[in-house]
């Protein structure tokens, strides 16, 4: 068994294969697919919207718009800025997802001249969804690891990402 938290030895490159990163990158991979497939099968997430993630025509990318746009809404830039994306690449996503229905722009009640990206009823129906997924996923997640290492996965990421 690898030992995650040893010095990496440079001489081969098995380390590139087992480090961290990439550990939690294929894990979150595998953990969005996952939530994506039991949105797929989910009958409370509307027709449409299931089919797209049953085709896999909705990625781990449109995924950031769901994590990050609050139920009041968010400025293009902000939404951007939550997910660790370009403004334009999320553009791209938001025009996609408002093609969908899930989202629409509207006016911003700050500022005139700003637009408000939020969710439509659609997109909420998908937003439960997302939620009752990932609530699935994690569930199969802790069967899979146990509650204990779950447990300290979930503590120890806590405090690593602040």
Not at 73 to 98: F, H, I, P, S
Request: charged share 20%; net charge neutral.
């Amino acid at each position: 068994m690898t030992n995650y938290l040893q010095e990496p030895r440079y001489t081969t490159g098995d380390w590139r294969a087992s480090h961290l990163g990439r550990l939690l990158g294929e894990a979150l991979r595998r953990f969005d697919a996952r939530v994506l497939q039991l949105m797929a099968h989910d009958p409370e997430v509307p027709l449409a919207l299931s089919n797209l993630a049953a085709r896999q025509q909705v990625s781990a990318a449109h995924v950031h718009i769901t994590r990050h746009l609050s139920l009041q809404g968010n400025r293009l830039t902000e939404l951007a800025e939550a997910a660790g994306m370009r403004k334009q690449a999320m553009a791209a996503l938001v025009d996609q997802c408002e093609a969908w229905g899930i989202v629409q722009r509207g006016p911003d009640p700050r500022d005139a001249r700003a637009r408000l990206i939020v969710f439509t009823p659609q997109g909420l129906a998908w937003l439960g969804g997302f939620e009752r997924a990932v609530a699935q996923a994690e569930r199969e997640f802790r069967e899979a690891v146990g509650t204990e290492v779950a447990t300290v996965v979930a503590l120890g990421l806590e405090v690593y990402i602040q």
